[in-house]
């Protein structure tokens, strides 16, 4: 390899300017001091760490009402400016969001949170209640502080909730929309979900008055003589679940993000943040009935991972929350997501991550698919710190000025790849009732677990054999432009799509299937095959006649297998590696004229990896961790990636 000549890009690379850096999370700034020369002296200390901005809020000391915090905080605000530091606002008094740190309520109690609790009569007959969610939901749970919440379904709620919160940044600080570029929302969630679950715990679904109305409107059949199936497997319980909770994200979406959106973009700022537990398509369902549905109302959407391990996330469910909000930004043709990072699953156990680890975390989620990182990481000067040491500031800089690196060469470039995976959350839906257990519980439906565990399954099986993918949901899929031998959304074009193991789907989605079956496209089916309508309103005669369609055009495998990797690799998807091995992950990015591969090691062992690629001129491999760029002598790319490491190849 011969030493490269530096030129703009190399030269943003190797020192990211701010836009690129670390966004850190600070709620006090009168934690750093009440004048002027103290807050200036703690932000030059924290910018010497090489982060590039601010994620901030007015001080949650007599949240929204004292002038003497809103000095304070309008006074941090400018001095970060005059520092160059990249500003986002934060929502709301600890989380989560939506509550205005309780002022919603105070204002209307009867926005509270609700459910329909089902409860047995004497006469031995269910019975349907509303009821107050409070105790053993995340109102009690969370770490912050229990506080009655508000209900997500009541147009009112947010709408108090931006009053109160928005427009009180909105006039005090002049020409918002030039000097905020995003408001980030905490996990707004429903609250009929348990967490520790209280003696007396009913089962519960989502409520609010007009929900009977709307479902009517939208689904063209009365709710109310439907209920039973619901909580239970009676009449045509499979079909009702999926339209209740589609309808359920539908208000979700409308009357909480849609709300925020509509007053972001009126104000020229970007609505983001991140809901509540992303791990398991349960509990998409049990906190707000579809994640899709949701992410479309954020103009960033957003993730949190609370562990710094990245192994631990690669192994688990950890790393496809950054696939899912990556997939979604993608069908909606958006460039910008981001992730909440921090080892607060570390610290709970009395530990830290290491500086391999974190950068390591942030890697896999840019491979992934994030872009932009707001840090809950201590801050390194906090006079709190566990660990004020001169080597943690240092090991503080080098991780922003990796994560800068990261950012300068994927926020702006756009995401390629062959394969595109269902969103199987109706088949989720379909066999979801509620329970009073805690939601870390399994579902008592074994087949909902068979369908979530497969999904997350299938998801990393794919990645460790180097094939990259989006997650797409139904709606996406029915309006995909289709072509020969592939179809598009959005910026994407894809050459296979995978039906995982599933109950219930749409019709209207299964007929675009088979015709991009019958233009070229590779389907497969893997696990189980839906066999029924995820609609009440649709028959599952017709979803069975569509599969067996399919099924006739498609590769089918029980399950996953050599097989199926050599039918993608066939059709065209992934990227190969001579000395592949299942820690080595790829994606996959073109940047202006250039094709970006990102490389990285989820092992502790430092990997030789050799691939050919299809560009004619000589790579160059560009190292996030040094910021160093050299040329490589043939495209017959051989690397080394260091454990826990990545790196790129740029064929220009």
Same mark, same amino acid.
């Given at each position: 390899m011969n030493a490269r000549q530096p030129s703009t890009l190399h030269e943003q690379f190797r020192n990211p300017s701010n836009r690129y850096r670390t966004l850190q999370i600070i709620h006090n700034f009168d934690s750093f001091g009440t004048d002027e020369a103290s807050l200036r002296q703690r932000l030059e200390w924290l910018k010497a760490t090489g982060i590039g901005g601010l994620v901030c809020?007015?001080?949650?000391?007599?949240?929204?009402?004292?002038?003497?915090?809103?000095?304070?905080?309008?006074?941090?605000?400018?001095?970060?400016?005059?520092?160059?530091?990249?500003?986002?606002?934060?929502?709301?008094?600890?989380?989560?969001?939506?509550?205005?740190?309780?002022?919603?309520?105070? *204002?209307?109690?009867?926005?509270?949170?609700?459910?329909?609790?089902?409860?047995?009569?004497?006469?031995?007959?269910? *019975?349907?209640?509303?009821? *107050?969610? /409070?105790e053993g939901t995340h109102c009690t749970e969370n770490v912050y502080k229990k506080r009655r919440?508000?209900?997500?379904?009541?147009?009112?709620? #947010?709408?108090?909730?931006?009053?109160?919160?928005?427009?009180? /940044?909105?006039?005090?600080?002049?020409?918002?929309?030039?000097?905020?570029?995003?408001?980030?929302?905490?996990?707004?969630?429903?609250? #009929?979900?348990y967490i520790r679950p209280p003696a007396d715990a009913l089962p519960a679904v989502p409520w609010v008055e007009d929900l009977p109305e709307q479902f009517k409107r939208r689904k063209g059949y009365d709710l109310m003589p439907q209920l039973e199936s619901l909580y239970t497997d009676t009449g045509d319980h499979r079909g009702v679940r999926c339209d209740f909770y589609e309808v359920v994200a539908q208000l979700v979406a409308e009357r909480y993000l849609g709300q925020i959106q509509q007053w972001c973009r009126k104000h020229g700022i970007a609505s983001s943040g991140h809901l509540l537990a992303e791990e398991k398509l349960l509990w998409h369902v049990m906190y707000?009935?579809?994640?899709? #549905?949701?992410?479309?109302?954020?103009?960033?959407?957003?993730?949190?991972?609370?562990?710094?391990?990245?192994?631990?996330?690669?192994?688990?469910?950890?790393?496809?929350?950054?696939?899912?909000i990556s997939s979604a930004a993608h069908l909606m043709g958006r460039t910008e997501t981001m992730s909440?990072?921090?080892?607060?699953?570390?610290?709970?156990?009395?530990?830290?991550?290491?500086?391999?680890?974190?950068?390591? #975390?942030?890697?896999?989620? /840019?491979?992934l698919g994030i872009n932009t990182i707001t840090s809950y990481y201590p801050d390194p000067y906090g006079a709190t710190h566990p660990n004020n040491t001169e080597q943690r500031r240092t090991d503080y800089a080098a991780y922003n000025a990796c994560v800068g690196r990261l950012s300068v060469l994927l926020r702006e470039a756009q995401h390629e790849c062959d394969v595109a995976v269902l969103y199987p959350v109706a088949g989720v839906q379909a066999n979801f009732y509620p329970t009073t257990l805690s939601m870390y519980q399994p579902h008592p439906s074994r087949r909902l677990n068979e369908i979530d565990d497969g999904f997350v399954n299938l998801c990393r099986w794919l990645l460790q054999h180097q094939i990259d993918f989006d997650i797409l949901d139904e709606a996406a899929i029915q309006k995909a432009q289709i072509g020969r031998r592939q179809f598009r959304v959005a910026k994407e074009r894809y050459k296979a799509l995978i039906i995982p193991s599933t109950d219930a789907v749409h019709t209207a989605t299964l007929q675009q299937v088979l015709k991009m079956a019958q233009n070229g496209v590779t389907v497969v089916l893997v696990g189980e095959p839906p066999r029924y309508a995820a609609s009440r309103n649709e028959r599952d005669e017709q979803i069975h006649g569509l599969v067996q369609s399919l099924m006739r055009r498609a590769e089918v495998f029980p399950s996953l297998s050599d097989e199926m990797a050599s039918v993608l690799r066939l059709a065209g998807c992934g990227v190969q590696l001579e000395l592949a091995s299942p820690e080595i992950w790829v994606a996959r990015y073109r940047r202006g004229g250039d094709m970006v591969y990102f490389l990285i090691n989820l092992s502790l062992q430092d990997r030789q990896c050799r691939l050919r690629l299809p560009e004619a001129r000589r790579p160059s491999v560009w190292d996030p961790e040094t910021g160093g760029v050299t040329t490589m002598n043939s495209n017959r790319a051989e690397v080394r990636i260091p454990a826990l490491g990545g790196v790129f190849l740029v064929c220009t």
């Open positions: 809020n007015v001080s949650f000391k007599d949240y929204m009402r004292s002038e003497e915090q809103w000095r304070i905080f309008l006074m941090g605000l400018r001095v970060a400016e005059e520092l160059g530091l990249h500003l986002w606002l934060y929502d709301e008094e600890g989380y989560p969001s939506g509550a205005a740190g309780g002022l919603v309520l105070e *204002r209307n109690p009867d926005l509270e949170a609700i459910g329909l609790v089902r409860k047995m009569g004497a006469d031995g007959k269910p *019975r349907y209640e509303v009821q *107050r969610m /409070y919440y508000v209900n997500l379904l009541h147009p009112m709620a #947010t709408r108090i909730f931006i009053e109160v919160t928005h427009e009180a /940044y909105a006039r005090r600080i002049p020409n918002l929309g030039k000097r905020i570029h995003a408001i980030f929302t905490d996990e707004p969630s429903l609250m #009929t979900t707000y009935g579809d994640l899709f #549905t949701c992410l479309r109302r954020m103009d960033i959407p957003g993730i949190d991972i609370l562990s710094s391990d990245p192994l631990g996330l690669a192994a688990g469910n950890g790393f496809l929350v950054p696939k899912l909440e990072t921090s080892d607060f699953a570390e610290q709970m156990s009395g530990k830290r991550a290491t500086l391999a680890q974190m950068k390591a #975390t942030a890697s896999l989620q /840019y491979l």
